[in-house]
């Protein structure tokens, strides 16, 4: 009857005659007699059903002695905690501990309620985190640090004798040697070289005309000297400052102004141009040729490439620059954040001071802590919102220098997170967010900067938010956004 009601129904009007409405009143009162004769039996079976499951265990365990030893046991301890709660009160207290207890035990029921509540939360978020398709990253990290130094080994031998830069041992940075990656399934290993001079030549940095920090633009000077007392010891070294006519007939090779520079300024694109074919010429020399496949990715300021074997793909990124003296800033081939970057501008770089920084947290961080967890999270978030992830990395790290190391854990997860959107929020109602790293004196001593850049005035990184009015509504909004999404991916995974 009701199959028959839902799906033929009957047409009627407003008008309905006595006679349909009586068979209509009819057909509903047989069926809900049906309807509870049926839940009475399932009811009633399931009631038996029950009964029978649990007289059947009680006669097994009755069977049992050791259900009696036990029985007794518990019944001697419970009469034991009763009489020392009796005697442990006093009769002056008109209830008023009784109250108390009961008031405790609700306070502590809640508390353990809520700590299940968000165990529970972290324990499922955990399987979301995993369910990520995350490469390892550390042993992407030993696979491309190795192959780095194997070049490296092999550029010394090649340029040993040359008038060309020397590559000098790569360094690791940006977020997957920092521990994490902003996109899990396309991770980019990234690596700073810095070029030491040719014999014969000298770097000079020399600052643009801007000089704000950061993103402190640097112009490499290249400067012959003289070689002449070497010369007089090694014929293999020659002078291109105080060259003699015997010198100049010899069919010797050009110096570094000539073949890298424009002008007087070391090129970046040059010399990524020169690199690419020095990779190209040291790769059989390696042995990761022989189980590795080499790809030269286009790039007009560094040298990428994949190196893949069979399903195993890595994409590499190496970057070229100059130190500032003995410290963790140098100057680098990356582009600036204008749309056209001249080819002999090398922007100031703070990658080796933030990557040092988030080694240093790893070892004073427990086992357990959830600080990357939570910058994996965030950058996630961010695809296709406005926000940069370094803006996000930078407020991660002040909360990482603020925070102790212990409120990272599993348990105090959402908590950052909370703290982290506080953070940016408060940082846009303020239009202001500092650098990490210039002008921060609170750094682990191990970090060494230059004396021009600890003493610096942090830079605002929200600076055009403070310019522009329609940018700083926009940001707002996409605050929210993110949010949402934030949230989407905390309680539903996605």
Same mark, same amino acid.
């Given at each position: 009857?009701?199959?028959?009601?839902?799906?033929?129904?009957? +047409?009627?009007?407003?008008? *309905?005659?006595?006679?349909?409405?009586?068979?209509?009143?009819?057909?509903?009162?047989?069926?809900?007699?049906? +309807?509870?004769?049926?839940?009475?039996?399932?009811?009633?079976?399931?009631?038996?059903?029950?009964?029978?499951?649990?007289?059947?265990?009680?006669?097994?365990?009755?069977?049992?002695?050791?259900?009696?030893?036990?029985?007794?046991?518990?019944?001697?301890?419970?009469?034991?905690?009763?009489?020392?709660?009796?005697?442990?009160?006093?009769?002056? #207290?008109?209830?008023?501990?009784?109250?108390?207890?009961?008031?405790?035990?609700?306070?502590?029921?809640?508390?353990?309620?809520?700590?299940?509540?968000?165990?529970?939360? +972290?324990?499922?978020?955990?399987?979301?985190?995993?369910?990520?398709?995350?490469?390892?990253?550390?042993?992407?990290?030993?696979?491309?640090?190795?192959?780095?130094?194997?070049?490296?080994?092999?550029?010394?031998?090649?340029?040993? #004798?040359?008038?060309?830069?020397?590559?000098?041992?790569?360094?690791?940075?940006?977020?997957?040697?920092?521990?994490?990656?902003?996109?899990?399934?396309?991770?980019?290993?990234?690596?700073?070289?810095?070029?030491?001079?040719?014999?014969?030549? &000298?770097?000079?940095?020399?600052?643009?005309?801007?000089?704000?920090?950061?993103?402190?633009?640097?112009?490499?000077?290249?400067?012959?000297?003289?070689?002449? &007392?070497?010369?007089?010891?090694?014929?293999?070294?020659?002078?291109?400052?105080?060259?003699?006519?015997?010198?100049?007939?010899?069919?010797?090779?050009?110096?570094?102004?000539?073949?890298?520079?424009?002008?007087?300024?070391?090129?970046?694109?040059?010399?990524?141009?020169?690199?690419?074919?020095?990779?190209?010429?040291?790769?059989?020399? *390696?042995?990761?040729?022989? &189980?590795?496949?080499?790809?030269?990715?286009?790039?007009?300021?560094?040298? $990428?490439?994949?190196?893949?074997?069979?399903?195993?793909? *890595?994409?590499?990124?190496?970057?070229?620059?100059?130190?500032?003296?003995?410290?963790?800033?140098?100057?680098?081939?990356?582009?600036?954040?204008?749309?056209?970057?001249?080819?002999?501008?090398?922007?100031? &770089?703070?990658?080796?001071?933030?990557?040092?920084?988030?080694?240093?947290?790893?070892?004073?961080?427990?086992?357990?802590?959830?600080?990357?967890?939570?910058?994996?999270?965030?950058?996630?978030?961010?695809?296709?919102?406005?926000?940069?992830?370094?803006?996000?990395?930078?407020?991660?790290?002040?909360?990482?220098?603020?925070?102790?190391?212990?409120?990272?854990? +599993?348990?105090?997860?959402?908590?950052?997170?909370?703290?982290?959107?506080?953070?940016?929020?408060?940082?846009?109602?303020? $239009?202001?967010?500092?650098?990490?790293?210039?002008?921060?004196?609170?750094?682990?001593?191990?970090?060494?900067?230059?004396?021009?850049?600890?003493?610096?005035?942090?830079?605002?990184?929200?600076?055009? *938010?403070?310019?522009?009015?329609?940018?700083?509504?926009?940001?707002?909004?996409?605050?929210?956004?993110?949010?949402?999404?934030?949230?989407?991916?905390?309680?539903?995974?996605?």
């Amino acid at each position: 009857l009701l199959q028959a009601l839902i799906q033929y129904p009957q +047409m009627a009007g407003d008008g *309905l005659d006595e006679a349909t409405r009586l068979r209509m009143e009819l057909r509903a009162e047989l069926l809900n007699r049906e +309807m509870t004769r049926l839940l009475q039996e399932l009811e009633q079976s399931t009631l038996e059903r029950t009964v029978r499951a649990w007289g059947a265990l009680l006669w097994a365990v009755l069977q049992q002695w050791h259900f009696w030893a036990l029985a007794g046991v518990l019944g001697l301890l419970l009469v034991l905690w009763f009489i020392r709660r009796r005697s442990s009160r006093q009769p002056d #207290n008109n209830g008023e501990e009784e109250e108390e207890d009961r008031e405790d035990n609700v306070h502590f029921a809640y508390e353990v309620e809520e700590e299940a509540t968000v165990e529970n939360v +972290m324990r499922w978020l955990l399987v979301q985190l995993r369910t990520w398709p995350v490469h390892d990253l550390t042993i992407g990290c030993e696979e491309t640090t190795a192959l780095l130094e194997n070049f490296t080994f092999v550029f010394e031998h090649i340029l040993s #004798n040359s008038f060309h830069p020397v590559p000098q041992r790569a360094i690791g940075v940006g977020s997957a040697f920092e521990g994490w990656s902003p996109r899990e399934e396309d991770v980019v290993y990234r690596f700073l070289v810095p070029l030491s001079p040719p014999r014969g030549h &000298t770097f000079h940095l020399e600052m643009g005309t801007s000089g704000q920090l950061p993103g402190r633009n640097f112009r490499i000077r290249v400067e012959p000297v003289c070689t002449c &007392t070497r010369e007089q010891e090694d014929e293999d070294v020659l002078c291109f400052l105080h060259p003699s006519e015997d010198q100049l007939r010899r069919n010797q090779e050009p110096s570094l102004l000539h073949t890298l520079c424009s002008g007087s300024y070391l090129d970046v694109e040059k010399t990524a141009r020169w690199f690419y074919q020095l990779v190209r010429a040291a790769w059989v020399a *390696l042995p990761q040729s022989c &189980t590795w496949q080499l790809v030269l990715l286009p790039s007009s300021r560094s040298c $990428k490439f994949n190196a893949t074997r069979g399903s195993e793909s *890595l994409t590499v990124d190496v970057l070229f620059g100059g130190q500032d003296g003995n410290s963790d800033i140098y100057v680098s081939s990356q582009p600036t954040e204008a749309l056209f970057t001249p080819s002999t501008t090398w922007p100031e &770089t703070y990658a080796v001071a933030e990557m040092k920084f988030f080694r240093y947290i790893a070892r004073q961080a427990p086992h357990d802590s959830w600080h990357l967890k939570c910058l994996q999270l965030l950058a996630r978030a961010l695809l296709g919102i406005g926000f940069s992830t370094y803006t996000l990395k930078t407020v991660v790290m002040h909360l990482l220098n603020t925070v102790p190391v212990s409120g990272w854990r +599993m348990t105090r997860f959402l908590q950052r997170l909370e703290d982290t959107m506080q953070y940016l929020h408060g940082s846009l109602e303020q $239009k202001r967010l500092d650098h990490f790293v210039v002008g921060n004196p609170t750094l682990p001593p191990e970090i060494i900067l230059p004396l021009d850049v600890k003493s610096a005035e942090p830079p605002n990184l929200f600076h055009r *938010l403070a310019q522009d009015p329609a940018a700083h509504t926009q940001a707002m909004r996409e605050y929210h956004e993110l949010g949402d999404r934030i949230e989407r991916i905390v309680f539903y995974g996605h």
